[in-house]
């Protein structure tokens, strides 16, 4: 059977029965934090879910807890309702080890309301002591309960064969807006350029080391920072709606958010994390799972924004994340946020400038952008100098402008005499990019100072005009003659 188009699922229920296990369950991977203790989710969280054949995407919500107006909980509850909206279908999960309670009545009672398919999910059926549980589930009265354990994989056939009907009214409805728009894409689309030069034939002219290396898939965009510095304030500030929950309580958001997102043409998946603290400062098991999984983010990202507080010093906390993306080879740009409430905005802005002199030497050039995520105040000018970093961090030299800059800092500044005869770098070239990797060639590569190796770092990144970019570059063990020279 082919991939379905998509529709969408809200795994909807009250905190603690599963629903998180269920969605690493669907998605493949162990996405959503997962913990014994009750609202560990409080945003709601989307991901790509493969159950045999069909393909649909899956939303992962908090839990049903009514609290006081402007409560955490409230704004938590506001999120898992826009999730139900934009769902095809809910998957209502109760906890068959537990039965039916009155939070779960309720929650059927609010699935009913809202008109969406429901599908009644049993979860935690292994063992006798679920048994009791899972008849007490068709009290609800929305039909056979799917019994099933997300942990250990059971009822996934069953969830399959409920599933299937609404993968099917996607495909139809698929075919028929295609079979709509397909007369006027026909009379609207140009002809073919294959094989004239057009677009999407490789300029067979142009030396391979010469193009750029495009990249596949959306930018992955991470939001990382300390606790409360704003982040999630950015995100819906760039999205232009409430996506995730906000407020002056540090550590609201507990794990990292991907959402789909698109910047004049370019699709992003952004990402909002939780607070990155030092290792001294966590305490607890859930905040150590949120600080690893947003220090797992930055490693699979491209770019990082990293948003610090113009109101307090750049501290280790901050410097360590930005230490961290740089080590993994990602793009870094400065989001100074709250800069609205300093008396002097270019005092501190040349301060954090000096600081990050000092102590990110090894990448000059970060780009700080001044911004207000709550009112907006120069967020529009954050995006644009994060596609132009990407765009760099994207770059291939050509072999021969990185050659002839290689003579040149061999004349400036010729490498030390080990033994009485000086280190001959024969040749460079860049290996990759993604970030910029470069070997140097050299006739005694472990006998070159790490302090040269530096400086041709630094004088590349000059040259080339690769400001704020992490630059790779080894040394090896040259031939005899530059394999580059024609």
């Known amino acids: 059977m082919a991939e379905t188009p998509g529709f969408t699922v809200a795994i909807v229920g009250r905190p603690n029965v599963g629903k998180s296990t269920l969605f690493n369950r669907l998605i493949g991977r162990r996405s959503a934090l997962v913990d014994k203790t009750p609202g560990v ?62 939070a779960d009545a309720e929650f059927a009672r609010i699935v009913r309301t809202s008109r969406k398919p429901v599908v009644l999910v049993a979860n935690k059926v292994e063992g006798k002591a679920a048994e009791g549980g899972y008849y007490d589930a068709f009290s609800l009265g929305l039909g056979e309960p799917i019994a099933m354990s997300a942990e250990h994989g059971l009822g996934l056939a069953d969830l399959h064969l409920a599933l299937a009907p609404f993968a099917e009214q996607a495909e139809g409805a698929a075919k028929r807006a295609k079979k709509t728009k397909a007369p006027a894409a026909a009379a609207d689309s140009p002809p073919s350029l294959a094989g004239e030069g057009g677009e999407g034939v490789p300029n067979a002219g142009t ?147 000096d600081r990050l002199g000092d102590s990110l030497s090894q990448v000059q050039g970060v780009p700080v952008v001044p911004i207000s995520a709550l009112t907006g105040h120069g967020t529009d000018k954050l995006m644009p100098t994060v596609l132009r970093q990407y765009e760099l961090w994207n770059k291939r030299v050509a072999t021969g402008p ?42 005694k590569p472990g006998d070159l100072p790490d302090s040269y190796v530096r400086y041709a770092v ?28 024609s």
């Not at 193009?211 to 409360?228: M, Q, S, T, W, Y």
């Not at 290689?406 to 001959?424: A, F, K, S």
């Open 41 to 102: 989710t409080r945003d709601r969280r989307e991901g790509d879910a493969k159950l045999g054949p069909l393909r649909f995407r899956v939303i992962d919500t908090a839990g049903y807890e009514l609290g006081r107006d402007g409560s955490i909980e409230r704004r938590a509850w506001a999120q898992t309702e826009a999730a139900l909206e934009s769902a095809d279908v809910a998957l209502l999960v109760v906890d068959a080890r537990t039965g039916v309670t009155p």
């Open 207 to 353: 030396p391979v080391s010469a193009r750029e290396e495009k990249p596949h898939g959306p930018l992955r965009l991470a939001i990382v920072g300390k606790p409360n510095v704003g982040k999630s304030t950015l995100l819906n500030r760039l999205l232009g709606e409430e996506r995730v929950i906000t407020g002056p309580e540090p550590g609201l958001t507990r794990d990292s958010i991907s959402v789909a997102w698109e910047f004049r043409g370019q699709p992003v998946q952004l990402v909002d994390t939780a607070g990155i603290r030092r290792a001294t400062k966590v305490s607890g098991k859930l905040e150590t799972l949120s600080n690893w999984d947003s220090r797992r983010t930055i490693g699979v990202s491209e770019v990082c924004i990293l948003v610090l507080d113009a109101t307090e010093p750049m501290g280790r906390a901050d410097l360590g994340a930005a230490t961290l993306a740089i080590e993994e080879g990602r793009c870094v740009v400065i989001a100074l946020n709250k800069i609205d409430n300093v008396e002097d905005p270019s005092a501190v802005i040349r301060a954090l400038n």
């Open 402 to 443: 990185l050659n002839r800059w290689l003579e040149r800092i061999l004349t400036e500044n010729p490498p030390p005499i080990v033994n009485r005869r000086r280190i001959r770098i024969r040749y460079a070239t860049q290996v990759t990019a993604r970030p910029p990797t470069f070997v140097l060639f050299s006739s």
């Open 458 to 485: 630094n004088d590349l990144r000059a040259t080339f005009k690769l400001p704020g970019i992490p630059i790779r570059m080894s040394v090896r063990k040259s031939a005899k003659s530059n394999p580059y020279d």
